[in-house]
């Protein structure tokens, strides 16, 4: 019986290390195909000047700035929003069920697809708030997009410190900020 098992039990994990391989084989192949057909192409004025005839012909400057600008705009809205509200959440909010609450919604958010992101901040962004298709709609999308991931990560990050560093710190007279900011 044990033998069957163990025979089971490595057919199945030869089967998942072939199909690993053999995913991760595809994609090489892509993108070896890819490197292979597009390294002739880039070169110093393909990536510094902006598309012509079309968009068809020309460079690639202006997606470099766009996304470079909305990666930006996305972390100053995700990164302090996400930041305090973790320290909140840790260090302020009395452990209960406000807390279990709000940490499963967190997680809930953190399961939606990013396609119905992208529909909720055009329906909110671009149409009721009226900011249409520009880089602060986008990055106020893409933030929220990241806040359940900054907010839990701030909380797993304040969880791990131990208790006696931010006890030592109090008796040594620091308030509570002081003790968050510093310790």
Known sequence: ??????LSQN??????????LSVVGILFAILGFIIYKGIGVIDW??????????MT?????????????L???????AFPVGVMSGIYMNEYVPKGWVVRFIRMMTNNLSGIPSIVFGLFGMALFVNYMDFGDSILAGSLTLGLLSLPLVIRTTEEALEAIPDSMREGSRALGATKLQTIWHV
């Open 1 to 6: 019986m044990v033998n069957r098992k163990h």
């Open 11 to 20: 057919v199945a994990f030869g089967l998942f290390r072939l199909l690993s």
């Open 45 to 54: 004025e393909f990536l510094t000047t902006a598309p012509t005839n079309g």
């Open 57 to 69: 012909a020309g460079g690639i400057l202006p997606a470099i700035v766009g996304t470079f600008c």
């Open 71 to 77: 990666m930006a705009g996305s972390a100053l809205f």
